[in-house]
């Protein structure tokens, strides 16, 4: 095991019903600044909801943050607080409302072009305006962590950045509000969630027997309830594990003391900049080749996943790994996420422009060894095609 | 999955020479009481690499707080911090000694009667101290939790409190510290963790796999690296697989969303209570034939618990939770905690005095069904013997 810092202190309330929580959670002198995507929550009747229980307080709404949350938005919602001098946030959404509210929570307070707290990764945010969140789809996990990636349309760029300041004080975690969500969306959020999962544990075995154990105890179960949270959208036990699988995914605890890949989703960042492929379908086209080009790296921790994770135990150590990662593809395409380029459109053409983006982003060390270079990735697309 | 809050503030501070950090994670200006058990702070330098790291902060220093910390001796602490103003308090050792700073820390503001805090389980806490702690035992998971368990030796009473109010500022778990302590410090230690596990897990099957899967892998390293953290005690990975495992077995985390059971613990309190024994010795004793007890509401995880966590996969239902018991049983004994009353030179004529002092307490209901009762528990002992 690695040495390591561990804090995470946002607040989950999980269950049915619990946006009443909200007259409790935020405090009751808050001038709030509710932020939403698109017309899901207005319709679907959560935003109402909402309102209700946050009574009396002064509420201002802030709409249309997209899916890849663009700086050029978010800016918006900065001048709305600074102007109507508002003092709390409250995202309702999914990973990219709660993404873009961490911005703009930091970016309100921020002294300076807030475009440097993309560049700086977020190590020169001092302070955030407090927020919380209202989940209604399951995937990012960004409700309880301190990360959060944004998109500067302008330059096709799409960086992320961190901060103990951005953690939400609470998260909202209702099951019942993804049964509208359209199927694209729960399959991406399987994928995610598996994915952040996989960044976090297939690199090399570093003697956290625990954290393995976790890993593994997440992807089986993603594996397990991803299908039938499709087939079964309003079975709420289904939607509950699924939405507590991917907010545990990427809360920073199976991450603490081991190495971190996170190669997939640099590569990933370049092909939802560039050509606006969804975050999820980037990853499933990506991480097999990905695992096949790093097999020899990854070979002790790719046999482990094979045995522990699909239960593969015939074969070579090689045999072992080349199973696991046909199992991975095959679960991806399950859900309906496709791994090819081609599934999308794109083809041998596209890539050396990719690849330019990669390097001027300085994604040129990539990996948990530093060693995937732009060379690699160029390779990875190649036969991902 | 069943409804829940889950908010846990606690920093971690893993590895090596963590103990410098203090410096950082005490405020510049506070005035701090460092509490101590017996004299193995002292005699193994951890005390004076904390002072060190204190450097010019005004330190005073509680020593004495005893395994199952007292009512009695804590209350002298709370005189010295009121009388000396002290604003911070520092806990270095293992659960007894976290479990009663969180009592100080509470006492020290705490309007009335502190037995009150134990009489209301907590309940009346609204503010406490700040405080942080410096763990050298794993075992209690004190160290990341808002639990605390105070005996009152007048009145042969062990009675738990918790409060969102005393959950350690932040906690270094530094591996090192543990090189040193005796074997039968160790191994109570994995008899605790792997009791708190239980106690959150083997229940009944409430849909919750991510729960049941990170519980089965705490148990899995616990029986992998328990019997090595003994053999051999300066190997670092081993003593740190330990140490976070147990931290994280009672955290808060696998408890969300399930049911609990804590009958073994109830009983086990009253016969520390009354004969002394080990927190840890208590739970060895008791957990088998309560499990044999329980075994008909229990079925559909004890063969869970065989199967993931034993690999027993042959035999009848019954045969496979009669099988798990005695594995369980085999895995105490096997890391020197004896499982039989008379071990402990205790008879069937102590009997009728323990359950008398369980049912004083109020312990008539136990269980994840409420449904233990005090002739359960006469029953569970007289197996036990």
């Not at 209202?134 to 500067?152: D, Q």
């Not at 951005?166 to 099951?175: A, E, K, M, N, R």
């Not at 995610?192 to 089986?220: K, S």
């Not at 299908?227 to 991450?255: C, F, H, V």
Request: proline share 5%; aromatic share 8%.
């Amino acid at each position: 095991m690695q040495d390591f810092s561990f804090y995470n202190p946002t607040r989950i309330e999980f269950g049915a019903g619990k946006i009443a929580r909200l007259d409790a959670l935020v405090p009751a002198n808050a001038r709030v600044l509710v932020l939403l995507g698109g017309e899901s929550a207005r319709r679907s009747g959560t935003l109402d909801e909402v309102l209700t229980a946050l009574g009396e307080r002064e509420v201002q709404v802030f709409n249309g943050i997209e899916p890849n949350p663009s700086f050029e938005t978010l800016m918006k919602a900065v001048d709305q607080v600074r102007e109507q001098q508002l003092d709390y946030l409250l995202a309702v959404g999914g990973g990219s409302v709660i993404d873009g509210t961490k911005f703009v929570a930091a970016a309100a307070l921020f002294n300076g072009d807030a475009w440097d707290i993309l560049l700086q990764g977020g190590q020169n945010v001092t302070s955030a305006l407090p927020f919380g969140s209202v989940l209604t789809l399951p995937a990012t996990g960004s409700e309880m962590n301190k990360g959060s990636v944004i998109t500067r349309k302008s330059l096709a760029a799409k960086l992320p950045f961190a901060s103990e300041h951005v953690y939400p004080q609470f998260s909202i975690l209702d099951p019942v509000k993804t049964y509208t969500l359209p199927p694209r969306q729960i399959a991406n959020g399987v994928v995610d969630a598996f994915m952040h999962v996989i960044e976090q544990y297939l690199t090399y075995p570093a003697e956290a027997p625990v954290q393995d154990r976790f890993a593994e105890g997440l992807l089986q179960t993603l594996i397990e309830v991803g299908p039938k949270a499709l087939a079964n959208p309003e079975d709420y036990q289904t939607r509950a594990s699924l939405m507590w699988t991917a907010t545990l995914a990427l809360n920073g605890l199976i991450g603490s003391g081991v190495p971190q890949d996170w190669a997939t989703h640099m590569l990933g960042h370049e092909l939802t900049a560039l050509h606006g492929l969804d975050h999820a379908q980037t990853l499933a086209i990506i991480l097999p080749e990905m695992l096949r080009q790093r097999k020899a790296a990854k070979l002790g921790k790719l046999v482990q996943y094979a045995e522990r994770v699909w239960n593969i135990d015939t074969g070579s150590d090689d045999d072992k790994a080349e199973t696991a990662i046909e199992c991975t593809r095959d679960f991806f395409e399950a859900v309906g996420v496709k791994t090819r380029l081609s599934d999308y459109g794109l083809g041998a053409e596209h890539i050396d422009n990719i690849i330019d983006s990669l390097t001027n982003h300085g994604m040129t060390k990539l990996g948990e060894h530093n060693d995937v270079t732009p060379e690699h990735c160029r390779q990875i697309l190649l036969a991902s095609i």
